[in-house]
């Protein structure tokens, strides 16, 4: 069977930002997206005691930002997912750090995308047996 190819699609798509989702957003500053999440759904905000996320947008620059995936997990709803945004190519935080911190609270990583020239996002979900 022949790969898909996502790369035409929208930023907010590959993020699987629907019409009406819960979104928190946490470091992310792209004016851009922010507006576009604002557009498709009026329930989007930066307030971390959030909870029953459909998607969650996390930045992370360092390893020892890789500690505030572990609080995310709670305000996820079960079938939400948590992006979590880190820079491309650095050597003080890589997709083995990223994916073990994410692994660490019990979720699964499914998905990976370029979310910017400089970034990389990682997805994690709750596993399906416990939801």
Same mark, same amino acid.
């Given at each position: ?11 907010? $798509?590959?993020?699987?930002? *629907? ?18 999440? +604002?557009?498709?759904?009026? $329930?989007?905000?930066? $307030?971390?005691? *959030? ?19 572990? @609080?995310?997990?709670? /305000?996820?709803?079960?079938?939400? +997912?948590?992006? %979590?945004?880190? @820079?491309?190519?650095? *050597?003080?935080?890589?997709?083995? /750090?990223?994916? =073990? =911190?994410?692994? =660490?609270?019990?979720? %699964?990583?499914?998905?990976?995308? #370029?979310? #910017? ?15």
């Amino acid at each position: 069977m022949p790969e898909k190819d996502y790369g035409f699609r929208a930023l907010i $798509d590959k993020l699987n930002v *629907k019409e009406g989702a819960r979104v928190l957003v946490l470091g992310i500053n792209d004016a851009d997206l922010l507006a576009e999440i +604002g557009a498709r759904t009026p $329930d989007c905000s930066a $307030d971390a005691t *959030k909870t029953a996320c459909d998607v969650i947008l996390l930045s992370v620059d360092s390893a020892e930002d890789l500690r505030r995936i572990e @609080p995310c997990r709670a /305000q996820l709803a079960p079938a939400g +997912g948590l992006w %979590v945004v880190y @820079p491309k190519g650095r *050597k003080h935080i890589t997709e083995k /750090q990223v994916r =073990a =911190a994410g692994l =660490a609270t019990g979720m %699964v990583d499914n998905k990976v995308i #370029s979310f #910017s020239p400089t970034h990389t996002g990682l997805r994690f979900v709750i596993r399906t047996r416990d939801r």
